[in-house]
């Protein structure tokens, strides 16, 4: 009897007797404090939780914070990209209007004039070799840059549209419908390739070889980037309504040495009427061009009939 416990329970029917080892108490006391222990585990767990979601709201709320900063940052840094942007711009349409200006006092002072009258002077067109001509009009502007519905404004004095005042027109004004494909009149180098709602509107330059280049502005989209080459026939870009346009159409310039000259002269100029520019633009040196194009012509003629015999005398 001494490994056990009687317990007794007293009610009004009588009196029972319940008889507990000492085995059974020993496991109740060992499951009471197990459950104890594993309460207090629960709570421990919980707390870390707790806490853990404190530290990973609070790290949230941090990166929340400096993703803010972030997106503050670089609106910050895109305004002062278009801000320079803008600045960009603003200084390129200065130096157009710098180099127009340059046009218009040479234009007043008759500069442009200053080229011989003497017909003894003219170039013969009749003696250049047909390599010299391929040449010069594979790299020199000539032709109309785009299908076009009419001129709708001239090169030389004019009363703008918009500002209403007498300017020089440096280029010639093509009326096309907006997306009219524009071709390369000539091989060359995108120089220039601007976006704007300003001035000329989005607008592209190609330096070409020898001394010459060409504007295209008011564009609707471009199909070329800065600094790509591109071959005469080539999408260059489409005519649009962009920047100070009344009405869809291109803004067409020629440059020789910077100097604007009359795109009209270069558009009406193709192989059938060779001669044409030559005469037009008289202020530019084209026998030294032409005797250039012909001394390096005739080069590769005596190194090509040279390496011909060459071969021929190494299969003999």
């Known amino acids: 009897m001494k490994d056990r416990i009687i317990i007794s329970v007293s009610t009004i029917n009588g009196t029972r007797h319940f008889n507990v080892s000492k085995l059974f108490k020993r496991n109740a006391i060992i499951a009471m404090w197990m459950l104890l222990f594993g309460l207090l585990i629960t709570a421990a767990v919980i707390e870390y939780l707790m806490r853990s979601v404190d530290q990973s709201q609070a790290q949230r709320a941090h990166l929340s914070a400096q993703a803010s900063t972030l997106r503050d940052e670089i609106s910050a840094l895109q305004d002062s990209k278009l801000q320079l942007e803008q600045e960009l711009n603003l200084k390129q349409d200065e130096m157009l209007q710098v180099i127009n200006r340059v046009g218009e006092i040479e234009l007043a002072l008759g500069l442009e004039q200053q080229y011989p009258q003497n017909l003894e002077n003219r170039l013969d067109t009749a003696s250049i070799n047909s390599s010299a001509r391929h040449t010069i009009l594979q790299l020199v502007p000539n032709g109309s840059p785009l299908e076009f519905n009419r001129r709708s404004s001239r090169f030389g004095l004019r009363q703008h549209p918009i500002v209403g005042k007498q300017q020089h027109h440096k280029g010639?004004?093509?009326?096309?419908?907006?997306?009219?494909?524009?071709?390369?009149?000539?091989?060359?180098?995108?120089?220039?390739?601007?976006?704007?709602?300003?001035?000329?509107?989005?607008?592209?330059?190609?330096?070409?070889?020898?001394?010459?280049?060409?504007?295209?502005?008011?564009?609707?989209?471009?199909?070329?980037?800065?600094?790509?080459?591109?071959?005469?026939?080539?999408?260059?870009?489409?005519?649009?309504?962009?920047?100070?346009?009344?009405?869809?159409?291109?803004?067409?310039?020629?440059?020789?040495?910077?100097?604007?000259?009359?795109p009209q002269s270069f558009m009406d100029w193709d192989s059938s009427n060779f001669d044409l520019v030559f005469e037009k633009e008289r202020s530019i040196k084209w026998d030294s061009l032409v005797s250039m194009l012909e001394t390096k012509a005739s080069t590769q003629l005596q190194l090509s009939s040279h390496r011909d015999a060459q071969l021929t005398a190494t299969s003999d």
Do not use: C, W
Not at 201 to 208: A, C, D, P, T, V
Not at 239 to 254: I, K, M, Q, R, W
């Open 172 to 262: 010639i004004d093509l009326s096309a419908s907006r997306g009219t494909p524009i071709y390369a009149p000539a091989d060359g180098v995108v120089e220039v390739m601007r976006s704007s709602k300003q001035g000329y509107g989005n607008l592209l330059k190609i330096r070409h070889a020898f001394g010459f280049s060409t504007l295209y502005a008011h564009l609707d989209s471009f199909k070329v980037k800065s600094g790509y080459f591109v071959h005469k026939g080539e999408l260059i870009a489409t005519s649009g309504n962009t920047g100070l346009s009344t009405a869809p159409h291109l803004h067409y310039e020629v440059h020789f040495l910077d100097r604007a000259l009359n």
